[in-house]
């Protein structure tokens, strides 16, 4: 093994693994490459032994430096030429030999040397001295630049091999090529491993390969670090999405790189998908069991941004309440959320399934009556859907003065698990009560009734935390009955006595006691083991 390396940017230094020529010490030298000879080269060692001494040959010439090349005289005879490439030589013959990682590994090098001989000579000492001083004088700080710098700037085959005169978009084009190469080629083995397996019948799970997971990071990664998400969504994932046509595991090929954006979503570094991504996205999560995915990346995209019609589909169709809550407050509408998430309480499957999304209820309500966008920790509320007290007029009087009747309308137009909900009721009224092993949420249905059956859904599921949602919520609050009736659509009726807020709450309460909802939902939840509340009054999840 011989190994090369600059004394200074036109000399080159020899050292071989048994003796070392040239005037610099070995300390100075630094490695350049490691090129593997088919002989090995002429030294000191084997002259004394033998060899060229035998004929009166010195072996100080063995190894003679021209430039960018270096001619080596070996043992048996042969004369080899070695030679320092361009870089960009260097990355053509690194992808004529489908070497892609190291070409992407040079050409990050190159990048960096590029960028730094843009600014170099900003950082050069006595640059702005020399511009100060137009006569010259100042020479000190013209003749004592850096070492480095002039190095740098040699034209010699080091620096060109080095990257040094590149173009920055041209170092982009290669990288970008090398990218490509390396994604194809994995997809390429990919396609071979699965004839392979089929060939043999072995079963495999769809799940991306070690390879192709690899080389989806390096793309998204790659399109990020220059800028150029047109790539990484015209190019990129196409060429993983076209895989499946090919016969590769499609499912395997999307997902790698459909996991990969999904970590760059929630890092913040992509602020938008384009709507095929989202649609693999949701589909993707929703094939492995874990939609809730989605939902976070929801939370991190850019609203506006978003096919607003496609995303809200698409989050109903996996029940992603806190994405389609987000969604729809952005766009000045809280009180649709209520009501979705209502109609999901109504709908749910078991008793923890209902108390779940009571939870996310009441964590929504609180936040709104607080003034913060749900879910919490991501700012306050926005002036697009009025005032404070509007927005809590709105929710509070839809729990308090919309009627059964009203619920199964809203839910109806609403349509999906909403509109199933609604069924359930109707058909839970037609048909009477329910028998034997009947869910939890059929037996919410079948007693959501007048007075106040949103309220009602609320106390039947955790009455301490929903009666600590509206204390908080009423307290110090001025707002009257008729700007509650108003808010829900009600017409403001003669009153002999206007009520507050806190009133209208505690009147509402009164009546379910008076109707005797409580003990038909004490006797409910003894019967299962559930609990009718938190045991601190607190909402949770």
Request: proline share 4%.
């Amino acid at each position: 093994l011989l190994v090369l390396g600059y004394h200074t940017s036109t000399t080159l230094g020899q050292v071989s693994n048994r003796s070392s020529s040239g005037s610099s010490s070995a300390a100075v030298i630094r490695v350049q490459e490691q090129v593997e000879w088919m002989d090995q080269p002429v030294d000191r060692q084997w002259a004394v032994s033998g060899g060229l001494a035998a004929w009166g040959v010195d072996c100080q010439g063995s190894v003679v430096g021209v430039g960018p090349r270096v001619y080596l005289l070996g043992q048996q005879g042969g004369v080899f030429c070695g030679r320092l490439m361009p870089w960009s030589e260097r990355l053509k013959t690194l992808q004529d030999v489908r070497k892609f990682k190291l070409g992407l590994f040079y050409a990050l090098k190159f990048q960096q040397t590029s960028q730094q001989q843009q600014i170099q000579p900003q950082q050069q000492p006595g640059h702005q001295r020399r511009n100060s001083n137009p006569t010259g004088s100042d020479t000190a700080g013209s003749g004592g630049g850096s070492a480095a710098a002039k190095r740098l700037s040699a034209g010699g085959g080091l620096a060109r091999s080095e990257g040094v005169g590149a173009e920055p978009q041209q170092v982009e084009q290669w990288m970008l090529s090398l990218m490509l190469g390396h994604a194809t080629v994995a997809l390429q083995a990919a396609h071979k491993q699965q004839q392979l397996q089929a060939g043999n019948h072995t079963s495999y799970v769809q799940q991306p390969s070690v390879a192709v997971r690899a080389a989806a990071e390096i793309c998204v990664c790659l399109c990020l670090l220059l800028s150029r998400v047109d790539v990484l969504f015209e190019r990129v994932y196409p060429l993983f999405s076209r895989s499946g046509s090919a016969g590769v595991n499609a499912g395997g090929a999307v997902g790698a790189v459909v996991e990969v954006l999904e970590l760059a979503v929630l890092s913040d570094l992509l602020e938008s998908l384009p709507p095929e991504i989202m649609q693999a996205l949701v589909d993707h999560f929703a094939e492995v069991g874990q939609p809730e995915r989605v939902e976070g990346c929801v939370l991190h995209l850019s609203i506006m941004s978003l096919d607003l019609n496609q995303v809200i589909r698409l989050c109903e169709s996996v029940s992603l309440y806190s994405a389609l809550t987000s969604i729809y407050n952005h766009i000045g509408d809280y009180r649709k959320p209520l009501l979705d998430l209502l109609a999901a309480v109504a709908g749910a499957g078991s008793f923890a399934e209902a108390h779940r999304y009571c939870c996310k209820l009441l964590v929504y309500l609180r936040c709104c009556f607080r003034g913060l966008k749900f879910p919490p920790g991501t700012g306050y509320l926005s002036s697009t859907g009025g005032s404070i007290d509007s927005i809590k007029s709105a929710l509070l009087g839809s729990l308090l003065y919309l009627d059964r009747q009203d619920l199964i309308t809203e839910w109806q137009q609403s349509g999906g698990r909403a509109a199933t909900a609604a069924a359930l009721i109707t058909t839970s009224s037609s048909n009477g009560p329910t028998q034997g092993s009947t869910l939890k949420s059929l037996m919410f249905c079948a007693g959501l009734s007048d007075p106040h059956p949103a309220l009602q859904l609320l106390l039947s599921v955790d009455v301490a935390a929903a009666v600590a949602v509206l204390s908080e919520m009423t307290c110090g609050w001025d707002a009257v009955e008729t700007d509650l009736r108003v808010a829900a659509g009600k017409p403001a009726a003669e009153l002999d006595s206007v009520l507050v807020a806190t009133q209208v709450v505690v009147n509402s309460i009164i009546a379910l006691l008076e109707a005797g909802k409580f003990d038909q939902w004490s006797h409910m939840h003894g019967g299962s083991g559930g609990s009718s509340g938190s045991g601190n009054g607190q909402p949770s999840g």
